[in-house]
């Protein structure tokens, strides 16, 4: 039986109205373990505080610090007070994997935590010899893997293919939906504006292409609307994500941000001449995210800026590629005029990705699991107390989230009544919010 098997602990930090209700795509990366893992899951919401001795007697097999756990790191005196506890995971012996994301930025701050907890693995989505810019001075015996930013679940696969069904028409030529990145995270960040602007121009030499391409804030589209508008779609724009600048400390991205305010009107090029001149390029950090994944998913033609994508996508096989100055976009829209090639590519895409079952996040736990877990697992004694022990952790942390949840939507909006008011509603809930807090172990102090 799974709680037979020794846990694996998975940190994260997840709080507030800025978090929550978590967007699919991250609550699928975050509980990917407690859906897939053949290891009973404690999950620990480092949120509410952290303390290792509650744990330390377990026969834990791995310690999991989820993107979630790191990426509060972009508030850095938040973070170092947040993770301060973490540093008692330094008695732990056994695999202590970090999945970073956003590893351009505040990266200083990440590998010296990395480096006080003694961790072991690395997923990062940076290639090699990126990886060994960002974590050799602090992690030089750790392995660095590779994972993607996110992967496929199931069940979001399931939904997709019964929209597919009600949507049998695609009305939409090229569509595109994409966040104006800001200029510190160099030329590669831009690409994600520059395609939308790029096609646009090009929209009056192609009366007949129905496009639909938008950066604005007012069209973003998350969820399972995004997957309908996919659906709708022959063919979509895109780029690796990423960046090309390294911001070990953050001061370029704090630098850019107070000169593009007094200079709003900057062209590119003058953000990086006076912000920082000759570091573009000292990253490469360039990867697949999660959005290409589920273009191949609703079987929508991919029109990508040339790249690697961790070596999922293959240039003219699973994208028809556009050169990163542009020079052939008027020649990959004409391609869209050959309805048949534009179908053979994005089959060609739904097979690698979503046929092959190599990029769901049961196939990426398991493969976690083979590589790392399942060695230190071997070591473990699981007692019949230890399989209470972990039952009532599990059960600790459920109570937890539910408060989470629930402290993000009905109390934080109205933190003044919360707080002091005494109406009996309120009454009643700080009195649940203590009850709660005494049995999971929760510091509940607004920081």
């Given at each position: 039986m799974k709680t037979q098997?020794?846990?694996i602990l998975v940190l994260y930090h997840c709080r507030g109205v800025a978090?929550?209700?978590?967007?699919?795509?991250?609550?699928?990366?975050?509980?990917?373990?407690?859906?897939?893992?053949?290891?009973?899951?404690?999950?620990?919401?480092?949120?509410?505080?952290?303390?290792?001795?509650?744990?330390?007697?377990?026969?834990?097999?791995?310690?999991?610090?989820?993107?979630?756990?790191?990426?509060?790191?972009?508030s850095p005196e938040y973070f170092e007070r947040k993770t301060a506890p973490l540093a008692a995971l330094a008695r732990f012996t056994g695999p202590k994997i970090a999945m970073p994301q956003d590893e351009f930025v505040h990266t200083d701050g990440l590998g010296a935590l990395l480096a006080r907890i003694g961790c072991t693995h690395v997923l990062s989505a940076a290639g090699p010899e990126d990886a060994r810019k960002i974590y050799g001075p602090f992690l030089p015996d750790a392995h660095i893997g590779n994972k993607l930013t996110g992967y496929l679940e199931t069940a979001t696969l399931d939904r997709i293919e019964a929209m597919a069904r009600a949507q049998p028409v695609r009305d939409i030529d090229v569509g595109y939906r994409a966040w104006h990145a800001e200029a510190w995270l160099g030329e590669h960040g831009v690409l994600k504006a520059r395609i939308a602007q790029e096609a646009d121009a090009l929209a009056p030499a192609f009366p007949k292409l129905r496009m639909d391409v938008s950066i604005a804030e007012t069209d973003v589209l998350t969820s399972d609307d995004w997957y309908r508008f996919l659906l709708r779609c022959r063919a979509t724009l895109g780029v690796e994500g990423g960046a090309s600048v390294l911001d070990r400390d953050g001061s370029i991205c704090a630098r850019t941000r107070a000169w593009v305010s007094a200079h709003p009107q900057a062209s590119f090029e003058q953000v990086r001449d006076a912000c920082f001149p000759g570091q573009d390029g000292s990253l490469s950090l360039f990867a697949i995210g999660p959005r290409h994944l589920e273009a191949c998913a609703t079987r929508t033609c991919q029109l990508l800026v040339e790249g690697q994508y961790q070596g999922v996508l293959r240039a003219g096989q699973d994208y028809l590629p556009i050169r990163r100055d542009f020079s052939n976009l008027p020649e990959v829209l004409r391609a869209l005029d050959d309805d048949a090639?534009?179908?053979?590519?994005?089959?060609?895409?739904?097979?690698?990705?979503?046929?092959?079952?190599?990029?769901?996040?049961?196939?990426?736990?398991?493969?976690?699991?083979?590589s790392v877990i399942d060695p230190a697992a071997?070591?473990?004694?699981?007692?019949?107390?230890?399989?209470?022990?972990?039952?009532?952790?599990?059960?600790?942390?459920?109570?937890?989230?539910r408060f989470a949840r629930h402290e993000a939507v009905a109390l934080l909006p109205h933190r003044e009544q919360y707080e002091g008011s005494r109406r009996l509603r309120w009454i009643k809930e700080r009195w649940r919010a203590a009850r709660v807090a005494a049995y999971a172990g929760l510091d509940l102090n607004l920081d």
């Open positions: 098997l020794p846990p978090q929550l209700p978590l967007r699919a795509a991250i609550e699928d990366h975050l509980f990917a373990w407690q859906r897939h893992s053949r290891y009973p899951a404690i999950y620990h919401n480092i949120a509410f505080g952290f303390d290792w001795a509650a744990y330390e007697r377990l026969p834990i097999a791995a310690v999991l610090l989820d993107t979630l756990a790191l990426n509060i790191r972009w090639l534009v179908r053979r590519v994005a089959e060609s895409a739904w097979q690698r990705v979503v046929g092959s079952g190599r990029y769901t996040y049961e196939g990426f736990v398991r493969d976690v699991e083979r071997a070591r473990c004694q699981v007692s019949p107390s230890d399989v209470a022990a972990v039952r009532q952790a599990i059960a600790r942390h459920a109570a937890s989230w």
